[in-house]
């Protein structure tokens, strides 16, 4: 049988399982139907508040560029350079609300057969802000919203109550998941900070509280690096910086060690993978280790702002991974790693015979590191 690409997650008929996250790519409307022509299965907004935000006075995101030559880092563009991460300290949509709800009206209307997720951010310190989040559920679910993403995850927030501050804390995330649940008739999905010690316990809080699914990673904490030249750092404004979020190649590692946790732990539950996604190999990565979908934001943002050619790289690889392996549906291979994941001490060890009780040469002898 021809292999399709057709995923059902959270209830939800996805053409395909590739979406673009909540950042830049899907700040506005015509970027979200050009990311539709492109053939994105899905799009999360970019997070919509009650009120509009005022961002820094100067770049919100740069890419850091490795040189492999010298393995210098630096976020000025060099020929020849690979992308290494990206790095951010944009905060939410600067659009408010009222300026969405239209919006989101048009795009199902433009693409009623395309899952058009809106992200959502309140506080949750008050009785109030709590409602502020059941007044945001419903009204994009109202103009259409086929789903809502909690986001629980931005890194730079120093409101206590808002963001990753939120989601460093199981009860909170409970709290506000169960407010939101009160209120939605579409699928609720909670996107969790990684900067945590044991995101389980999070995603249990969130679970608790009747999320449908859990997306992670956001970007990481992360601070620019300084040009030793200068002695500024790359990213600044006025001289100063503050932590931002890492994302792009360089998390992709971090954000699959986090997936393979979540995904242990609820093998029955949903989860969207988000990190370091460029082609359908390192997206094949989050499927094996159980996720039903995939969002890239990164590898999207340097593709002409929406990724038209990321997207056709991801079907396509898909596609012809598939037919190779005579698979038809992703639930074929979906979760086929996951449980080679153990604790380290089930990792075999040398037998007897050829361990030398760590007696026989001193550390690393030379020679004995390859790459
Ligand atoms: C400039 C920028 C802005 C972002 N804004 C948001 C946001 O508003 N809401 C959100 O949930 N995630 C936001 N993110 C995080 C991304 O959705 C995604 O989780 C992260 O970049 C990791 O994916 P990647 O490695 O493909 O970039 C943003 C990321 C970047 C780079």
């Known amino acids: 049988m021809a292999p399709t ?12 399982p590739f979406l673009l996250s909540s950042a830049p790519p899907t700040e506005s409307e015509s970027n979200i139907l050009r990311a539709f022509e492109a053939g994105w299965g899905g799009v999360v907004t970019k997070t919509i508040g009650l009120h509009p935000v005022v961002n820094v006075a100067g770049p919100k995101t740069k890419f850091l560029r490795a040189n492999p030559e010298t393995g210098q ?29 239209p919006r989101i009206a048009r795009i199902k209307q433009a693409y009623p057969a395309r899952i058009l997720v809106a992200s959502i951010m309140a506080g949750s310190g008050s009785d109030e802000e709590l409602r502020h989040w059941q007044t945001l559920a419903k009204a994009c679910q109202d103009e259409g919203a086929d789903a809502l993403e909690l986001n629980l995850s931005c890194p730079h927030m120093d409101r206590k109550d808002m963001g990753s501050n939120i989601g460093k804390d199981q009860e909170q995330i409970s709290i506000v998941t169960h407010v939101v649940k009160e209120v939605a008739r579409v699928p609720v999905w909670a996107k969790l900070t990684p900067s945590t010690t044991d995101i389980v316990v999070e995603a249990r809080g969130a679970f608790l509280g009747g999320a449908d699914a859990i997306v992670s990673s956001n970007t990481f904490p992360s601070i620019p690096l300084i040009d030793p030249d200068t002695l ?17 190649p360089a998390i992709l590692p971090l954000s699959l060690a986090k997936m393979a946790q979540l995904t242990n732990a609820f093998p029955d539950k949903a989860f969207s993978g988000i990190g370091g996604v460029t082609d359908f190999s390192h997206a094949l990565n989050y499927f094996l280790l159980g996720c039903g979908t995939v969002q890239v934001c990164t590898a999207a943002m340097l593709d002409h702002a929406i990724g038209p050619h990321v997207i056709a790289s991801l079907t396509g690889g898909m596609v012809a991974f598939m037919e190779k392996r005579g698979w038809s549906t992703v639930d074929d291979f979906r979760g086929l790693r996951r449980d080679r994941i153990v604790t380290h001490s089930q990792i075999r060890r040398p037998d007897a015979k050829a361990y030398h009780g760590g007696y026989e040469g001193e550390g690393y002898a030379a020679g004995e590191i390859r790459n």
């Open 5 to 16: 690409l057709a995923v059902t997650f959270t209830g939800l008929r996805f053409e395909n």
């Open 73 to 101: 880092l630096s976020m000025q563009k060099r020929p020849g350079s690979a992308l290494h991460s990206s790095w951010n300290w944009e905060l939410i949509s600067d659009k408010a609300i009222d300026w969405w709800l």
């Open 232 to 248: 500024e750092f790359e990213m600044n404004v006025d001289g100063l910086v503050s932590s931002g979020g890492l994302g792009g």
